[in-house]
C-alpha cells in the first residue's frame, strides 16, 4: 500500500457543535439587529448599525474561530494573531453590508445581488485569511472544487440570510419570533456548512508541521471566544429587546395621538372660534374687538397721513359706544343666573337688530357691550345710533312670567378727536358711560376731557395696593380641587384676596390686572409663593396631605429669578417640589415657551407641576400641548358653562380629554356648579373636579374642618361614580 499523501483530519464534536451554535445565535441576533436598523429613528440607526455590525460580526467570527480550534490534523496547532485579526475585520465588514442592507425599505435585485456578492466575498476572506493563520510547511493543498462549492456556499448563505431578513418584516409577533428562530437554524446551518465545506478542501502533506505554534490554540481560547461572543451577542439581543419595547410604547403613544388627531382639528375650529366669540350671545368678544379696533384706527391713520379722502370731505372717523345696562344685577339677584343670561342674550339680538352690517357690535363680558362705527360725521351717527339702541332696548321683555323694562348707558367716543393714538378709545367711551349713569342712566354721552374718572380711580387703588402687602391686607383663599370618580381632596388652590379697608374683599380680577400694570406682581406674586409653601407645611404639620397650587402671572413668567425663588421657598418650608402646582395660563405659557431656555423648563425641572389653567380661552393649538411641559390642563369655566347647550363645548372637551390622556396628563374642570355639570365631565372622563359646586373657596382656617368634615362621611366603592355615591363626599355649598 502506497503512503498517504495527506494526513487524516477531523475535527472535535464538541467545538463542531458549540460553532454551530454560535452560529445559529448570531444568526437570530442578526435577524433582531436588522428589524432595530430599520425602524430607529435616523441617529439611532447608525448607532444601531455600527454596534450591531460589530456584535454580528464577532458572532459569524467567533462561529469560524471555535470551528479552526476544533480542527485536529494529529499535530499541535495555532494560528498567527495578525492574520487572525484580520479575519475578524473581514467578518464584521460582512456583517455591516447585510445591516447597511437592512436600512432600505425594500430589497431590488440589485442590490440582493451586490449586497450578497460582497456579503460572500468578505465571508471568503475571513475563512481563507483565518485559515492562513495557520501556518503549515509545506503548505496546504487546495481542492478546487471543494473551494468553489464552499465559495457558492458563503454566496448563497448571503442572499438567504438578506432574503429573510426583508421577508420577516411582513410578520408581527410570536408568528415573527417563530420564523426567526427557524430562519436563524437555517442561516446557521449555513454559515456552519460553508466553514466545514471549506475546511474539507484543505489538504495537509503528510510530513508537514506547523510553524505557528507557539500562536493562538486549544481548548480554554475556544471557550473563551464563544463565551465572549455569545455574551456580546446577548448583550445586543437585550438592548435590542429593551428598544423594541421603548418603540412598542411610543407606537402606542402615536396610536392614541391619531385617535386624538381625529376630532383635533374640529375642535381646534371650535376653539378658535370661541377665542373670538362670546359663548353666550355669540357676537364676537373682546379680543376680536380689540383687533378691528385696531385694524380700523390704522387704517384711518394711513388715509390721513396720505392726505385725507380724494374728494378732499371731511376725513373719516371712527365712534366706539360703550354700552353698559342700568340695573342688571338686581334681575341677575332676583331672577336668577339663566334669566340673567337669557336677557343678556335678547341685549344682544336687539343690538344686533339696530346697528348695521358693516358697524361692529361684540359684548366685552357681564353686562357690558360695544359697538364701533366709521362715518365722516362719527360724533352725530354715533350719538343717533345711541338713541335708537337706548329704545331697542326699552322695549318690555317677558322673565319668567314678569313684565321687564331694560335701560342701559351709553358712552360715545371718536378717533381721532378724544384719543388721536386710538389707544385708550375704549377706555374713554367707558368714562363717557360712566357719565351718563351719574346723570341717572337711560342716556348717553360723548366723552369730554374732565371724564377720565376711572383712570384716577384707577391710581388711587394702586396706591392703596403699594403697602396691602406690608399692611397685612391680602390674604389667600383656598379652593379644593377633588377626584372625579372618587370625591378625595387631591389639592387645593391658592387664591389671593385684597381686604381693603374701606372697599371689602376686593377681587383678584380687579386688582391682578391693576398689579400687573403697575409693576407690583413681582412683590405680590412672591409673597404669594411663600405664603402658600408656608401654609401647606402648616397642614402637613397637622396631617393634612395634599398639594397646592398657586396662580403666576404672565409678568412673573418674565423674571428669571422665579425658578430660584420657588426652590428657596419650597426649601425653606422643607416641602417635596411635587406638592407644588404652578398654574399658568394657556397663553401666557405659549408665549413663555418660545422665550430661549424657558423659566418653565427651569420651574418643570424642579420637580414643580405645572398646570394649564383657562385653557379654551387662549388662541394656542391643541397641537402645541405636546410641547408644553404640563402635567395638568384646567378647562376653562366657560365650557363646563356651555357643556349642556353646545354641541362645541362638548366635541371640545372630549377631543381635549383625549388628547390629554394620551399625552399623560392629568385633566381638571373649574368652575363645576351643579349636578349636571359634575356627571358629564365625571362621563367625559375628567380626572379632578373645582368649582362651587364641590366647595368655595375658604380662608386657610376653615380649610381643616372642611377636610374633616368629608371624612366624618364614608367614602364610596372606589369606581362607583353614581350619583348617590358621589354626594356622601362632597360637602354641599350653602
Ligand atoms: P383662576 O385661577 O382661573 O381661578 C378660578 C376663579 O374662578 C377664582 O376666582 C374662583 O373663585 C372662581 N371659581 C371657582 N369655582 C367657581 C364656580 O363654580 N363658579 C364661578 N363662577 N367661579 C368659580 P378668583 O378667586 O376671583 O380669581 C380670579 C382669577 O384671578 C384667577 O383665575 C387667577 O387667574 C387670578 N388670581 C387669583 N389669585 C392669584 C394669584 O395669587 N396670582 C395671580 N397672578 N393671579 C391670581
Ligand atoms: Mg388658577
Ligand atoms: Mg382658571
Not at 381686604?499 to 380687579?510: Q, Y
Not at 347647550?645 to 371640545?652: L, N, P, Q, R
Request: hydrophobic letters at 50%.
Amino acid at each position: 500500500m502506497a503512503p498517504a499523501l495527506f494526513l487524516d483530519t477531523r475535527h472535535d464534536p464538541l467545538l463542531v457543535g458549540v460553532a454551530f451554535l454560535v452560529a445559529a445565535f448570531a444568526s437570530y441576533v442578526t435577524l433582531d439587529l436588522a428589524r432595530r436598523v430599520h425602524t430607529a429613528a435616523p441617529g439611532a440607526r447608525r448607532r444601531w448599525w455600527a454596534g450591531g455590525s460589530l456584535a454580528m460580526g464577532t458572532g459569524v467570527w467567533a462561529m469560524h474561530f471555535v470551528g479552526m480550534l476544533g480542527f485536529d490534523a494529529g499535530m499541535p496547532l495555532g494560528y498567527r494573531a495578525g492574520p487572525t485579526l484580520l479575519s475578524w475585520a473581514a467578518a464584521v465588514g460582512a456583517a455591516a453590508v447585510a445591516l447597511g442592507l437592512a436600512t432600505r425599505d425594500r430589497l431590488g435585485p440589485v442590490a440582493l445581488g451586490g449586497g450578497s456578492t460582497s456579503m460572500a466575498v468578505a465571508i471568503c476572506v475571513m475563512h481563507y485569511l483565518g485559515m492562513a493563520a495557520l501556518e503549515i510547511a509545506p503548505g496546504i493543498v487546495w481542492r478546487p472544487a471543494i473551494v468553489l462549492l464552499s465559495v457558492a456556499i458563503a454566496w448563497g448563505a448571503s442572499a438567504a440570510a438578506l432574503g429573510i431578513l426583508f421577508a420577516l418584516r411582513r410578520h408581527r409577533g410570536v408568528r415573527r419570533l417563530q420564523l426567526q428562530a427557524l430562519a436563524a437554524l437555517v442561516m446557521g446551518g449555513a454559515i456552519g456548512g460553508m466553514h466545514f465545506t471549506a475546511m474539507a478542501a484543505a489538504q495537509i502533506p503528510a510530513g508537514a508541521l506547523c510553524l505557528s505554534t507557539d500562536g493562538l490554540s486549544g481548548q480554554p481560547l475556544a471557550a473563551i471566544v464563544a463565551g465572549a461572543a455569545l455574551l456580546l451577542l446577548g448583550g445586543a439581543l437585550l438592548l435590542s429587546i429593551i428598544d423594541a419595547l421603548g418603540s412598542a410604547r411610543e407606537a402606542q403613544l402615536a396610536h392614541s395621538l391619531q385617535r386624538a388627531n381625529v376630532d383635533l382639528r374640529e375642535a381646534n375650529d371650535a376653539l378658535l372660534r370661541r377665542a373670538f366669540e362670546d359663548p353666550l350671545t355669540g357676537l364676537p368678544n373682546r379680543a376680536l374687538f380689540n383687533d378691528r379696533l385696531q385694524h380700523a384706527v390704522a387704517r384711518i391713520a394711513r388715509g390721513t397721513s396720505q392726505g385725507g379722502p380724494p374728494n378732499g370731505g371731511p376725513a373719516e372717523r371712527l365712534a366706539v359706544l360703550f354700552v353698559d345696562l342700568d340695573g342688571f344685577k338686581p334681575i341677575n339677584d332676583s331672577f336668577g343666573h339663566e334669566a340673567g343670561d337669557e336677557v343678556l342674550r335678547e341685549v344682544g339680538r336687539r343690538l344686533l337688530a339696530t346697528v348695521r352690517d358693516s358697524d361692529t357690535l361684540a359684548r366685552l363680558g357681564g353686562d357690558e357691550f360695544v359697538a364701533m362705527i366709521e362715518s365722516r360725521d362719527a360724533a352725530a351717527a354715533a350719538l343717533s345710533l345711541a338713541q335708537r339702541l337706548i329704545d331697542s332696548l326699552r322695549r318690555p321683555l317677558r322673565i319668567a312670567g314678569q313684565e321687564v323694562a331694560l335701560s342701559c348707558s351709553i358712552g360715545v367716543a371718536v378717533y381721532p378727536d378724544h384719543d388721536d393714538g386710538g389707544q385708550r378709545l375704549l377706555a374713554c367711551a367707558d368714562a363717557a358711560m360712566y357719565a351718563a349713569k351719574r346723570a341717572g342712566g337711560g342716556t348717553c354721552a360723548l366723552y369730554e376731557p374732565g371724564m377720565g374718572g376711572d383712570a384716577a380711580e384707577q391710581v388711587l387703588l394702586q396706591q392703596a395696593l403699594r403697602g396691602a402687602v406690608e399692611r397685612g391686607e391680602l390674604m389667600l383663599y383656598y379652593q379644593p380641587k377633588v377626584d372625579a370618580r372618587h370625591g378625595q381632596v387631591r389639592g387645593l388652590e391658592a387664591l389671593l384676596r385684597w381686604r381693603h379697608p374701606e372697599r371689602g374683599i376686593v377681587s383678584p380680577a380687579v386688582f391682578v390686572p391693576l398689579a400687573e400694570r403697575f409693576g407690583l406682581i413681582g412683590a405680590i406674586g412672591a409673597w404669594v409663593i411663600d405664603q402658600a409653601c408656608a401654609q401647606l407645611a402648616r397642614w402637613h404639620a397637622q396631617g393634612l396631605r395634599c398639594r397646592v397650587a398657586i396662580n403666576l402671572s404672565p409678568y412673573q413668567l418674565r423674571q428669571a429669578d422665579l425658578p430660584a425663588r420657588i426652590r428657596t421657598a419650597l426649601e425653606r418650608h422643607q416641602l417635596h417640589p411635587s406638592q407644588l402646582v404652578c398654574e399658568i395660563t394657556e397663553t401666557a405659557m405659549m408665549e413663555n415657551m418660545h422665550a430661549e431656555r424657558s423659566v418653565l423648563d427651569q420651574i418643570a425641572a424642579l420637580g414643580v407641576c405645572l398646570s394649564i389653567d383657562d385653557f379654551g380661552t387662549g388662541y394656542s393649538s391643541l397641537a402645541h400641548l405636546r410641547n408644553i411641559p404640563a402635567r395638568q390642563i384646567k378647562i376653562d369655566r366657560s365650557f363646563v358653562v356651555d357643556l349642556a347647550g353646545s354641541a362645541d363645548a362638548h366635541a371640545v372637551l372630549e377631543a381635549v380629554v383625549r388628547l390629554a390622556h394620551a399625552l399623560r396628563m392629568e385633566v381638571v374642570a373649574e368652575g363645576v356648579e351643579t349636578d349636571e355639570q359634575r356627571d358629564a365631565l365625571v362621563r367625559l372622563g375628567c380626572d379632578l373636579l373645582q368649582g362651587y359646586r364641590i366647595a368655595r373657596p375658604m380662608p386657610a382656617d376653615a380649610v381643616p374642618q372642611w377636610f374633616e368634615a368629608r371624612q366624618e362621611r364614608p367614602l364610596p366603592q372606589a369606581g362607583a361614580a353614581g350619583e348617590g355615591s358621589f354626594q356622601t363626599v362632597i360637602a354641599i355649598p350653602r
